[in-house]
């Protein structure tokens, strides 16, 4: 059973003297080491933030957007409302959220933490994508990371999705369920594939780990990953939860690609 979701900021009594102290030692660097943006490493105001010009460049998604896709309106549509695009191609999954636009900033800050060893960038990455999808979070009973192939694991030595739903799940307090789902085959990278063939090369790469089915029939779930293009991925992991039982499937990634309705 999950733990009550709760971002409050006041401190629990038996840890407050640990984030005291972590509050200390931040300030005591910031001071010798003036902190940097998380992105070109140009100064910022605080630690693990951006500087004003990644910061507008960032693109972070606001309300109002659709209900279910999670793409920004360009005005006011009005409460539940939902684009076109989730009326005239419903997805598989239920709703998605992102904590901004795939721009230019965000690319780059996916790419050191994929590809660039930059582990530190899972916190503060994770810090914006809970805040993103805080209802999607608010009564889901697991959070679930989009699986790589053990190759791909074996070459990586980590998976970036793993990592941001550990950051989600701390602070959001709702469990993270990583050996759920399984990717059983390797698969092309998406980069460069038109919506079609993102769509074939991801089929049938999903299933429920032996075992895992009965912890999955009836439960609430928010996949998930660092970016959502096509929504191929997304929606492959969302109909594999859907048939072995999950009542609901949320996706919750870092950054979307983004057409304004």
Known sequence: MKAASSFSDEPRAPGAWRGALRDAVRRAADLVLPPTCLSCRKPAGVAGGLCPACWQGMGFIER?????????????????????????DPPAYDRARAAARFSDVARDL???????????????????MARAGRELLADADAVVPVPLHWSRLFQRRYNQSAMLAREVSRLAKVSVEDDILLRTRATRPQVGLARKERGQNVQGAFA??????????????????????????????????RRAGATRVDMLVLARVVNFE
Do not use: N
Request: one cysteine or more.
């Open 64 to 88: 109002p957007y659709c209900e279910k896709l999670g793409t920004p309106f360009v005005s006011e549509m009005g409460e539940g409302a939902l684009s076109p695009s989730a009326i005239a």
């Open 110 to 128: 996916v790419h050191l933490l994929k590809y660039g060893d930059r582990l530190d960038l899972a916190t503060p990455l994770g810090g914006w």
């Open 208 to 241: 429920i780990a032996p075992g895992a089915r009965i912890r999955v029939k009836g439960k609430k779930f928010v996949v998930i990953d660092d970016v959502l293009t096509s929504g191929a991925t997304a929606e492959a992991c969302a109909r594999v939860l």
